[in-house]
């Protein structure tokens, strides 16, 4: 089946400490995308790449940082220069102007 | 950048009720989507929908892009609708750019 992977589930971070979630698909889409929701939000773009070796800042890509090295993954860092990083993230990928985006299942992350 | 405004930010509905949640947005934009996120935080792409109207099943969605605006109907509401409705429409980039919500609640 196709779809879009994030792991892992819930991930706990230590003050001043780097991690990184994954985010992988297998839908042969050429652009992904990375946002985060907050409680009884909306959601917030990141960062967003339409083809693999390129990506862009979206409107909160500060204390964040992304790579985008093959098609079917990009995987987020939340860097210790993100002061609020507690929050829920969700990555997409979509074929820009077909059927529009699909979305992982996403990652909680706290931080302790 | 673009404004999306969602109307109402919560609903309550008893099973079997019909309803009609509205998205408003300030600029001209290529497409939108409407978006359902269930309890556990899984959003579903409901429709993707630049102009024009599209049902599928209980649910259809109309967007003027000429008047800024775009409607989704959930027709004969069950239990399982509740939920979160997004709108996002899509500017430069493929970017989407999201509502705060309309938060429904469908009762037995």
């Known amino acids: 089946d196709g779809g879009i992977t994030q792991s892992p589930k819930y991930l706990f971070r230590k003050e001043g400490q780097n991690v990184t979630l994954s985010c992988e698909q297998n839908?042969?889409?050429?652009?992904m995308y990375w946002y985060r929701q907050d409680p009884g939000q909306g959601l917030r773009l990141i960062y967003y790449?339409?083809?693999?070796?390129?990506?862009q800042k979206g409107d909160i890509a500060e204390g964040y940082s992304v790579s985008r090295e093959k098609k079917e993954s990009f995987p987020l860092t939340v860097t210790s220069a993100q002061k609020n990083p507690t929050a829920f993230y969700l990555c997409?990928?979509?074929?820009?102007?077909?059927?529009?985006?699909?979305f992982g299942s996403g990652t909680r992350l706290t931080v302790v | 950048g673009i404004q999306v405004e969602q109307s109402p930010p919560d609903l309550i509905l008893q099973e079997g009720a019909n309803s009609t949640l509205r998205c408003n947005f300030s600029d001209s934009v290529n497409n939108l989507q409407w978006f359902h996120q269930n309890p556990w935080g899984q959003l579903i792409n409901l429709f993707y929908?630049?102009?024009g109207t599209k049902q599928n099943g209980r649910l259809s969605a109309t967007t003027v892009a000429t008047e800024r605006y775009s409607l989704l109907y959930i027709s004969s509401s069950q239990t399982t609708d509740s939920g979160v409705y997004f709108c996002?429409?899509?500017?430069?980039?493929?970017?989407?750019?999201f509502g705060e919500g309309t938060q429904l609640t469908v009762n037995p």
């Open positions: 790449s339409q083809i693999v070796n390129d990506f």
């Open positions: 839908l042969n889409h050429d652009a």
């Open positions: 996002a429409p899509e500017t430069s980039g493929s970017r989407l750019t």
């Open positions: 929908i630049p102009s």
């Open positions: 997409a990928s979509s074929m820009a102007g077909l059927y529009g985006y699909t």
